[in-house]
């Protein structure tokens, strides 16, 4: 008996990490990615994706059971499809035009008896109103009744070493309950608990909530952190100190900003739908994203305050920022605040060099010059910016011959070290 044939739309950070576990699970997997350049360092098993040592892909690849490729006539035959694309805002609205590709090129191989999934982050009725009418038009079949149709929201974590594809739980719909059960069946090979909801509206906010509770959250601390400070207080203290209290609170840390696709983007897919079909604000996540946004210039700021306190000016200073990346030991640059801070430090006159030592060279922001952390990079730097944490980082080398340092993520100590 052959094995089922799963087609991944989408090799980044959610469809390559869906691939291999659904290799390792026995399955006959295409990875089907528009960007030739990403299938052909796939297919030579190099990996760009943190999660997904080169070693573990090139187990896959060589199962013979996972085949990178641009094609979509590679699809032929499939019997589920995952689409795993961007889903990116212009101009402050929703950009659906890679589902739209995605069902466009997957449409024509729809066969009765098939199922497919959509993953991408989007507001509540993308899969029933824009991606079943597109799918049906193209391949002359129905659903419910000809093919499956289901959602389940992507919680892929990069650089989570503790929570991962299979031991996440994964939420689960689909258009009528045969389209479920089928959603749910291939989703119990690939993970260990699934959670079943009754719509695929309800699938979608829930990914949206799940972001926009952290947005809120960490707009309220970057509010209270910028706050304490003209105060004279140690917000971070504050914080942990507030984390004894074993019930009614959740720690979330101040940072210079928010990045990646999640936190910048997926809270405004619900205030536009919320403002489009209802005609009104959804003010809390507007005030959050305003918030958020704040953070880049405020630890601009304070950079160039504590450079003024030496006798400093930003224009010709020489700056070391540890970090571009928008989270701890990953390479994503996506709308990261660290770069942010780094333009913004370029555009008043300062030399800036980044210790970056994940993210790849052609994504590192023009002007930014990528350096190795050396004690000779350190004593010569006229401030060191701790933007992203990447626990690779020697912060005892940083305190000990830094002049000054600005740490935006609370991982340094000591005389010469000012905290966000």
Not at 69 to 85: K, P, R
Not at 373 to 400: C, G, I, K, N
Request: charged content about 25%; some cysteine.
């Amino acid at each position: 008996m052959n094995a089922e044939k799963l087609v991944v739309i989408g090799q980044g950070y959610v469809g390559l990490p869906l691939a291999m576990r659904a290799v390792e699970a026995g399955l006959d997997v295409v990875g089907l990615d528009v960007d030739s350049d990403r299938v052909k360092r796939l297919a030579s098993g190099e990996s760009f994706v943190e999660d997904i040592p080169a070693d573990r892909l090139g187990r896959a690849l060589g199962s013979g059971r996972y085949r990178p490729s641009t094609e979509y006539a590679d699809a032929e035959g499939f019997d589920i499809c995952v689409i795993t694309v961007p889903t990116p805002l212009r101009d402050g609205t929703p950009d659906l035009s890679y589902v739209e590709q995605a069902g466009h090129g997957i449409a024509r191989y729809l066969r009765p008896g098939c199922t497919v999934v959509l993953e991408s982050t989007t507001y509540p009725g993308t899969t029933e109103d824009l991606l079943r009418p597109l799918l049906e038009a193209e391949s002359g079949l129905r659903s419910p009744g000809d093919f499956h149709l289901g959602y389940s929201p992507e919680r892929i974590d990069p650089g989570n070493p503790t929570w991962r594809l299979e031991n996440t739980p994964k939420v689960v719909s689909g258009v009528d309950p045969t389209s479920l059960r089928r959603v749910d069946d291939f989703y119990r090979r690939l993970v260990e608990r699934t959670v079943p909801v009754d719509s695929t509206k309800v699938a979608e906010l829930t990914k949206l909530i799940e972001n926009t509770f952290r947005q809120v959250n960490i707009a309220l601390i970057n509010e209270l952190a910028m706050v304490s400070h003209h105060l004279g207080i140690d917000v971070w203290q504050a914080i942990d100190a507030a984390s004894s209290k074993p019930f009614g609170f959740m720690p979330f840390r101040p940072g210079p900003g928010v990045g990646g696709h999640c936190l910048p983007i997926d809270p405004c897919y619900l205030s536009w739908q919320v403002r489009r079909t209802l005609g009104r604000q959804f003010r809390f996540i507007e005030l959050a994203d305003d918030i958020n946004h704040q953070m880049p210039e405020h630890v601009t700021q304070r950079v160039m305050a504590g450079l003024n306190r030496a006798g400093r000016s930003a224009n010709g200073a020489r700056l070391l920022l540890l970090g571009l990346a928008y989270k701890k030991n990953t390479g994503d640059l996506r709308d990261s605040p660290a770069v942010d801070v780094a333009q913004r430090l370029l555009a008043l006159g300062a030399e800036v060099r980044a210790v970056e030592p994940y993210a790849e060279p052609q994504h590192i922001p023009g002007g930014v010059t990528v350096v190795d952390l050396t004690e000779r990079e350190v004593t010569a730097a006229d401030a060191v910016v701790v933007v992203t944490d990447h626990d690779s980082f020697d912060y005892e080398l940083v305190t000990r011959h830094a002049r000054y340092v600005f740490d935006a993520r609370d991982r340094c100590r000591g005389p010469v070290v000012e905290r966000l």
